[in-house]
């Protein structure tokens, strides 16, 4: 009844009564409860063994060669055996069954996966610039494109591939560049726009796009003879002080017989920026009543013709090398057709030098002795078969030879008396011909120093007053010199092939690169910061060079092997912001593209985040945290508007104010805190822009908010002044959001009715599957337009941005605002933190008035951080020279 008990043990083994009665007849290997005892053979014979086991293995075989199974032929492996890449690589399978995966994947509709070119294939010449002129098609290539392509982060800006930043954490070195050595930037996007005409025609035309309120007009005397570089504001035509453009730069031709400087036909460089250079084109040809003239075009073959001493393998090669040399975008100048505007009455011609020209910049206190290391002046006596090249034409020529020495022995000079760029005469220009650069570049990257003799330290005020307007005389004006130049360029394989040949001693000169040609550049002095009490005298100093097409990349990597270090687009708003300006003013095209492209990004950016991790600006107080109102902060602080009726009426337009005269009243009555001197016939649609500086601790970031502050705050500042408090002055209280509720109640529904939908199409399902024998797919949910409209809603309740809800930008807080911060971070040199805001006539005549009431000796205003409910203290400057 109870069976056997067996026990591991036999010394203690315990022995039923039938246990020991069976033991002497049978052995018993199983017990009662197996369905009672079994016994076991002794032997079995081998082939009763070897049939049953062959008939497993042939089931076995025939169950891996089903064709009726689900699984793919990868699929089938053992799983050592498998591999991620064996669905869309046949020969990570086992040959045998390549064949069969690859009618499994023909069935399935994918495509058979043809083999990547070997990197080798990929880098020769000829494939290599079949790519670069694919990528060169949306947007456009510098010279310096693929050097900086290795070493910056590329963004695509303005039709172009600019970089940005260094990959490396460059950002204190690069200012450190800026106001100890020589930073290095590419701008030859800055496009140039040529103009001919008479001075009269000319100016009477710039005169309906300027106005001489911001400044010097465009035929100021000072500009005529063509030794300095002018700086004027665009508008469209008759609309100043609205719809601004942008600044343009521009320079005259020099001249040398002077009735032809005063009434003659001149030459009128424009430098524009990519952001405006479409619209100021655009108004130019308006302005000027010009029409587009037939250009000619030059087909990208030209054709050869052979020469009884030429063989035929030299005819076929040069083509070849011509058309390559047209084909690529940032090394031609003569593959353009360039577009020409005329006006047979006027003879105004503009002639858009866009991509023809190189122009790079310099900036630091050691920009002048890269320069004078890497600019060496060609000597014309020593050069060899000058026939061949352009400069043959100029050397019978007694003026150009002149000139030439003129502008050598003043670059000479420089480096005797000139220790920085800040020391010469603001935007002068200065023509050089320059040997090639890749005969006076060091073995290494060295940093270029110079130490001036203080003897003739005395000189440097009589040098730099006795400038003479040939210095600026140059050959590249001329368009058939510069294709000229360009055409006739020794490639760098060439050079460094006949370099292999000539040179006996490495690092030597050779006899072949005396007969190189000269190549002719103008540089162009900028002067830095101008008003010590606004900011750091003479800091920004430094040079542009403009160089004929062609030269980019040698002039480039001449300038890094003497010590300039090179930046991007970040190092413009850098130097910019540590100017106390901004690159784009929030009024120009350039300056909207911008913000219409950051209030995106940030826009996007805040609601990809879960709503448990956004910033709740409604509790905050804050109506528009990623982009400035100018518009309805304008017509909150109208006074010719009522206060009841602000929804009903139309946004009006605003404008920078750019008038000198104003600016400089404005920023005295700052200086004294008073209304003394302060303008009355300011427009309300006028913003004033000044640099602020934080008294205390924070940072307060773009788009911040500026407050008017009580006699409270500035009663508390003097007491935290005393007790040694960086607490804020004022916090904002919390309010309640009043779309929290809605939001909830739509989220809950929006899921209910997705849940509602989901079950339905389940149901769906299923029914489909008592009667189909194949397999049923759930159909597609086809929400997305409910999503979407879903999402919009859920937006308009977190952030309620529109245009006619923004009624109380004035009164969003307790604290009126009166204006914005575009662009806040910490100073380097004045050592905090520090931005630029703009704010409105009423509300900085209200504040001059209260500082004036309280007795305060430096005005002051309320800054609060849109993620904060904290009010800080700062001291501001309004910039004279915007």
């Known amino acids: 009844m109870f069976g056997y008990c067996f026990d591991l043990f036999p010394k203690t083994r315990l022995y039923s009564h039938s246990y020991h009665l069976n033991m002497e007849t049978r052995k018993l290997e199983y017990d009662s409860t197996l369905g009672g005892p079994v016994v076991l053979g002794t032997h079995m014979p081998t ?62 509709g994918k495509p058979q996966q043809t083999k990547r070119p070997s990197r080798k294939h990929r880098r020769r010449p000829k494939n290599l610039l079949k790519d670069y002129l694919r990528r060169q098609r949306k947007h ?148 000027f009543d010009l029409k587009n003239q037939r250009f000619k075009k030059l087909p990208l073959e030209e054709k050869h013709e052979m020469t009884a001493t030429e063989s035929p393998s030299e005819s076929k090669s040069l083509p070849i090398k011509k058309e390559r040399r047209l084909q690529f975008m940032t090394k031609s100048t003569i593959r353009r057709n360039v577009p020409i505007y005329k006006n047979d009455q006027t003879h105004v011609e503009v002639r858009e030098l866009k991509d023809t020209l190189n122009r790079f910049r310099l900036t630091g206190p050691l920009a002048q002795s890269v320069l004078q290391k890497a600019l060496k002046v060609t000597d014309l006596e020593k050069i060899v078969n000058a026939k061949e090249n352009w400069i043959g034409d100029y050397l019978n020529n007694d003026n150009f030879q002149v000139i030439h020495k003129k502008q050598s022995e003043f670059w000479t000079s420089c480096r005797e008396r000139i220790t ?12 050089l011909n320059i040997e090639d650069f890749r005969l006076n570049r060091p073995e290494k990257r060295s940093k270029a120093l110079i130490t001036p003799n203080a003897q003739i330290f005395h000189e440097a005020s009589d040098f730099l007053c006795d400038i003479q307007p040939l210095l600026s005389s140059s050959p590249l004006w001329c368009e058939e010199i510069r294709n000229r130049i360009s055409n006739e360029m020794l490639s760098t394989h060439e050079y460094c092939s006949l370099r292999a040949k000539h040179a006996i001693v490495p690092g030597k000169p050779c006899r072949f690169e005396d007969s190189m040609q000269p190549i002719p550049v103008v540089l162009i002095q900028r ?30 990597l001449s300038l890094i092997m003497w010590g300039a270090r090179p930046g991007g687009l970040r190092e413009f708003e850098t130097v910019a912001r540590e100017m106390g300006t901004e690159e784009h003013l929030p009024d120009t095209i350039g300056g909207l593209q911008i913000h219409g492209h950051r209030y995106n990004e940030l826009y996007n950016k805040y609601f990809c985040l879960p709503p448990g991790k956004r910033c709740n600006y409604r509790k905050f107080s804050i109506v528009s945290p990623f982009r400035v109102p100018f518009k309805q902060l304008i017509r909150d602080w109208d006074t010719r508007v009522d206060p009841m009726q602000t929804v009903e009426t139309k946004e009006t337009d605003f404008y920078i104010l750019r008038d000198r005269t104003k600016l400089q009243a404005i920023a005295d009555c700052v200086k004294k805190c008073t209304l003394h001197k302060f303008p009355q016939d300011l427009e309300p649609q006028c913003m004033i822009q000044i640099k602020l500086k934080l008294k205390s601790r924070g940072n307060p970031g773009d788009f911040s908010v500026i407050c008017l502050p009580n006699k409270k705050d500035f009663k508390k500042n003097l007491k935290q002044i005393v007790q040694r408090n960086h607490d804020p002055i004022y916090v904002e209280p919390l309010l309640p959001d009043p779309n929290e509720k809605e939001r909830k109640r739509l989220r809950l529904e929006h899921k209910k009715q997705l849940k509602r939908l989901r079950s339905r199409r389940v149901r769906e399902k299923r029914k489909k599957q008592e009667t189909s024998k194949t397999k049923v797919i759930i159909r597609p949910a086809g929400t997305k337009a409910m999503c979407l409209e879903q999402l919009k809603k859920m937006c308009k309740l977190w952030l309620p941005e529109d245009t006619e809800t923004l009624f109380s930008v004035r009164k969003q807080g307790t604290r009126d605002c009166f204006g914005y911060i575009t662009s806040a971070h910490f100073c380097l040199t004045e050592g905090n933190v520090g931005g630029i805001g703009y704010v409105t006539v009423e509300g900085l005549r209200q504040l001059l008035k209260l500082c004036q009431q309280c007795r305060v000796k430096q005005p002051q205003c309320l800054i609060r951080s849109t993620n904060s409910r904290n009010y800080r203290l700062a001291a501001f400057q309004v910039n004279v020279n915007v």
């Open 140 to 287: 456009q290539w510098l010279e310096t494109h693929i050097w900086h392509a290795k070493r910056f982060h590329m963004i695509e800006k303005w039709g172009y591939k600019l970089p940005y930043a260094s990959c490396d954490k460059t950002y204190r070195a690069c200012y450190r560049a800026t106001t100890e050595h020589c930073l290095l930037q590419d701008i030859s996007f800055h496009a140039c726009i040529e103009m001919k005409g008479t001075v009269s025609k000319l100016k009477d035309g710039f005169d309906r796009l300027t106005s001489r309120e911001c400044g010097l007009s465009i035929a100021a005397k000072t500009f005529l003879t063509g030794r300095r570089e002018g700086c004027i504001d665009i508008f469209r035509d008759g609309q100043y002080p609205y719809k601004a453009l942008g600044k343009v730069s521009f320079i005259w031709r020099c001249e040398d017989d002077e009735a032809k400087a005063i009434d003659g036909n001149r030459t009128l460089w424009l430098w524009v920026h990519a952001a405006s250079y479409h619209q100021i084109l655009e108004e130019l040809v308006k302005v």
């Open 47 to 108: 082939y009763k063994y070897a049939a049953s086991a062959l008939k497993e293995l042939k089931e076995l075989i025939s169950a891996t060669k089903q064709t009726t199974s689900t699984k793919l032929i990868f699929q089938s492996l053992p799983k050592h055996m498998r591999r991620r890449a064996m669905s869309h690589h046949p020969k990570r399978l086992p040959r045998k069954y390549r064949a069969a995966h690859i009618h499994q994947m023909s069935k399935s």
């Open 527 to 556: 002067p830095g910061s101008q008003d010590g009490g606004y900011k750091r005298l003479a800091y920004g100093c430094g040079w542009d060079v403009i160089a004929p097409a062609g030269y980019g990349m040698s002039l480039w």
């Open 420 to 431: 920085s760029p800040g020391e010469l005469l603001s935007n002068m220009v200065l023509a």
